[in-house]
């Protein structure tokens, strides 16, 4: 028999890997496969979701974005944010917010109007902001829900910016964060990075919702010629909220006022004992500058070791272990539709129960028994202390600020349904 006889007609296993393969128990073959097969099956799965969104709003180049309107950027958004990376969506917005505190023309605004004198304004503060942007990302933009949320927020705002004590650049540095902070969140956290599609429809969604509170992007480098795309606006926005940083992101003693009481809503239902951990993370997830304007120390090399490896196994099974949320897990934190009275609720609480209604689950549920545990209120307790009865969009904001302003809103909502028809942006 010759060479290439032998090669054909030789067992590829050898006498002793045939005796194993044939002992081995078919139950632990099939364990074997599946621990292969189940993480490359999730893997797919996962970004079968992206693959669908891109042929659902196809933009196959870069120049073809340029096109992308506010509504189609609105629902791309909604479904990355709801679906796709809710929890990093929700943790970005917080710091985003908790960011612009790092800023004292801000900080000092906040501790001068009592906002963040005491937890009870400032948990009302956290939520009725919560509430407003919830408003304007979780419904289209040319929707009744937006208009009204966009012009509350232009009339809470209009006082402070006619004396001065908002600058435009304030406002601006708000809203870039607020575009910003998910993406690069997503980007260092998450099991994927956004894609080009998701990045420009961010970028289009919050340059249009600039445009509609009023918010100018001329300082911006493409703010006067035009922006290409929103891709072009978000990496600029970033850019120069960078800059705002390097130049007036200092520290004071105010900006660490305003940051314990931002840190106190998000340690609000963790245990005393686990507040100085809480503490090391929310130390963790700044970067040097907001930490010294905070005042804020570093994290111990400890914990910093130990924060980035619970991120790291959190990615891992995100991408291998972990299916898709499906659609009725959607994560959204307003009701969809509203009560007998034109009052919309909170669907759930960081904190004090603001705007959440005391249903049967909402007192007797896991949240519930963590907040009776700490001591804490649930909603329904305190009598109207907490707004059981939800809220009227147009009243949304401090307390003095209650019924006052529907004037204002009516004409802008005027101008909005004008001026903000879900068209692109950008032409």
Not at 63 to 73: G, P, Q
Not at 86 to 104: D, E, H, N, S, W
Request: hydrophobic share 40%; aromatic share 14%.
């Amino acid at each position: 028999m010759d060479n290439g006889t032998a090669f054909f007609t030789t067992p590829p296993f050898s006498a002793t890997a045939r005796a194993i393969f044939d002992t081995t128990p078919q139950w632990f073959s099939f364990a074997v496969g599946l621990l292969i097969a189940y993480p490359l099956l999730i893997n797919s799965l996962r970004h079968r979701r992206l693959r669908k969104l891109q042929k659902k709003f196809y933009f196959p180049t870069r120049e073809s974005m340029a096109k992308m309107t506010d509504e189609e950027a609105f629902q791309i958004q909604k479904e990355t944010a709801q679906l796709e990376f809710p929890f990093m969506f929700v943790k970005a917005g917080q710091f985003a917010l908790f960011r612009t505190y790092g800023i004292p023309t801000i900080s000092h605004l906040l501790t001068k109007t009592g906002q963040f004198s005491k937890p009870e304004t400032s948990f009302k503060r956290y939520t009725d902001t919560a509430a407003l942007i919830g408003e304007m990302v979780e419904n289209s933009p040319t929707s009744q829900r937006a208009f009204i949320s966009v012009a509350r927020t232009r009339f809470l705002h209009s006082g402070y910016q006619a004396s001065g004590k908002i600058l435009d650049t304030d406002l601006l540095y708000t809203l870039a964060l607020f575009a910003v902070q998910p993406v690069n969140f997503i980007a260092a956290f998450e099991w994927r990075p956004l894609s080009d599609l998701e990045r420009c429809a961010i970028g289009t969604f919050w340059k249009s919702l600039g445009d509609a509170l009023g918010i100018s992007s001329d300082i911006l480098p493409s703010g006067k010629t035009g922006f290409r795309d929103g891709i072009q606006w978000l990496e600029e926005a970033d850019t120069w909220s960078q800059e705002y940083e390097a130049k007036y992101m200092v520290p004071d003693a105010q900006n660490r006022e305003s940051a314990d009481q931002a840190t106190a809503v998000l340690l609000y239902n963790l245990p005393k004992a686990f507040h100085p951990v809480g503490l090391q993370f929310t130390s963790f997830m700044m970067d040097d500058r907001l930490r010294k304007a905070m005042l804020y120390e570093p994290p111990t090399p400890f914990w910093t070791k130990v924060f980035s490896t619970l991120l790291i196994t959190r990615k891992f099974i995100l991408r291998y272990l972990t299916p898709p949320r499906p659609l009725f897990f959607a994560v959204s934190n307003t009701t969809k539709q509203p009560d007998t009275n034109n009052r919309y609720h909170r669907k759930s609480w960081d904190a004090l129960p603001y705007y959440v209604k005391p249903t049967f689950w909402n007192r007797w549920g896991p949240t519930a028994w963590v907040a009776w545990g700490r001591g804490h209120p649930v909603p329904g307790d305190q009598g109207e202390k907490y707004y059981p009865k939800g809220y009227h969009i147009h009243d949304i904001g401090p307390k003095y600020f209650e019924g006052k302003g529907q004037k204002a809103i009516e004409e802008t909502m005027k101008e909005l349904k004008i001026s903000r028809t879900g068209k692109c942006p950008f032409h």
